[in-house]
């Protein structure tokens, strides 16, 4: 019995210097993994499970009233600004205004807002910071729409430095009125401005100004408009003056437009100029094809109407004439007279022939000619052919009939010449192309298409 007690007592013994053995042992190998496990919590180390909650406090947030400018009652506090155009969406001349893509950015300092930091990194947050600090109320003077784009969230960045140095950036597209001048349209080129302006401070409260002057606005390559080449873009400033409110710096991004011709030229020059050029053509018909003159007239002066209400309904209903409208409205009235020429020539003949006709009559009663053989005098028949048969002898004029018949002509001329030589040099040109119709023809072959040509050289030299 005394030797069983010994036994389990020494067993005991041995139980126990096993576990204190092995303690010791576990608690040597968590000494030396300690160093290691810390470098790697060191290595992987989260800033925001360090900051959780404690952003507003790092910035000081609550401790400030940030509904007041920052070094509000000193000096205005200077807000630089610059600008990336993204795109040149559109440009409308009905409305008078164009479509802006850009970055926006602007740069203050806000003591307020200064955080240490041993390795002077700033801090960038997104648009939920921006509603709880002062940042600068800029607008767009004259805009009429304008948005901040918020896909797939708000196109905002904010950044603050630990000096307190803020950089403010946004996405925008505003759509922004232009006043444009159409008296040289479609020959022109115009002037756009994107004005941006504090709303609510003074000069004397806030400088707004171009960062980096005109290296402030940077514009993208690629940017391009179907109907407009882009000169230039370039910054201004200058102060607004309100009466109730007084004086604000005012940002301007200025930009030059200058039209592509080439699509007016094949949309209203050259069809206008083809219609010109089509009614000269009734210059060369016979002026007994009424229908074939009359029914070509009208087609051109319709078809210019046509033209000049197709290009007025795509542009804004200005007061003061443009040179597309020069242009259109000349040659509506180079058509209009090709049809009045036609009335002219049609009237004089008409009036020929009834003169000749009773002339005709009158001397075949006195003559005792009968009417089936009286020779009719014809405007195609000069008055030196005429005239020519005075000459002739009654031995020439044989048979009977024929000279009497010659009798009537020259009797008939006789009377037209005499009458003619009392009015003078004028008068008698004018009786020949009376007599002549035809003659007012071949004077527009050449009329028409000399002054027309004129019109033309001076027009493009005027406004190209």
């Not at 209203?268 to 094809?289: E, G, N, Q």
Request: glycine share 4%.
């Amino acid at each position: 019995m005394p030797h069983l007690a010994k036994l389990l007592l020494l067993i005991f013994c041995l139980v126990l210097l096993v576990e204190s053995r092995k303690h010791r042992r576990r608690r040597w190998t968590s000494q030396l993994d300690a160093p290691r496990a810390s470098h790697i919590f060191k290595k992987n180390h989260d800033m925001t499970k360090a900051w959780r909650g404690k952003t507003e406090q790092l910035l000081r947030v609550d401790e400030h009233d940030f509904t007041m400018r920052p070094a509000f009652g000193g000096p205005a506090i200077p807000v630089g600004v610059d600008v990336q155009v993204e795109s040149l969406d559109s440009i409308s001349e009905v409305d008078m205004d164009f479509t802006m893509t850009l970055y926006l950015r602007h740069y203050w300092k806000d003591e307020r807002l200064s955080f240490p930091s041993t390795n002077n990194k700033s801090m960038t947050f997104d648009g939920r910071l921006v509603k709880k600090i002062w940042v600068p109320d800029v607008f767009f003077v004259h805009s009429k729409r304008s948005f901040i784009h918020d896909t797939t969230t708000d196109n905002i960045m904010l950044r603050v430095f630990p000096d307190g140095h803020v950089l403010y950036s946004m996405r925008v597209t505003v759509t922004a009125m232009c006043n444009m001048d159409f008296s040289h349209f479609p020959l022109d080129s115009q002037t756009c401005s994107l004005e941006l302006e504090s709303y609510a401070y003074t000069d004397e409260d806030l400088m707004l100004y171009w960062k980096n002057g005109n290296e402030s606005l940077k514009t993208d390559e690629k940017i391009s408009l179907s109907q407009f080449l882009i000169q230039k873009f370039h910054t201004t400033s200058r102060l607004a003056f309100y009466s109730s409110t007084g004086w604000y710096n005012r940002l301007y991004i200025n930009f030059t437009l200058r039209r592509h011709i080439f699509f007016f030229l094949l949309q209203t020059y050259f069809p206008a100029t083809l219609m010109v050029m089509l009614s000269w053509v009734s210059f060369w018909i016979d002026r007994r094809a009424v229908p074939a003159r009359v029914s070509l007239g009208i087609t051109t002066v319709l078809t210019m109407s046509t033209i000049i209400t197709g290009v007025n309904a795509s542009m804004p209903r200005v007061s003061y004439i443009k040179a597309v409208d020069i242009y259109l409205w000349v040659s509506f009235v180079f058509v209009f007279l090709s049809v009045l020429e036609y009335a002219a020539v049609n009237y004089l003949t008409t009036v020929q022939e009834r003169k000749e006709r009773k002339l005709r009559e009158r001397f075949s009663c006195s003559c005792g000619i009968p009417h089936s053989k009286s020779m009719m005098l014809d405007g195609n028949d000069s008055e030196s052919d005429a005239n020519s048969l005075a000459g002739y002898t009654r031995n020439q004029m044989v048979p009977e009939e024929e000279k009497q018949e010659k009798m009537v002509v020259h009797l008939a001329m006789s009377n037209e010449s005499n009458s003619s030589r009392k009015r003078g040099l004028r008068g008698h040109v004018g009786l020949r192309i009376i007599q002549n119709t035809h003659a007012i023809d071949k004077y527009s072959r050449l009329i028409f298409p000399g002054t027309y040509i004129f019109f033309n050289l001076i027009y493009w030299s005027v406004f190209s």
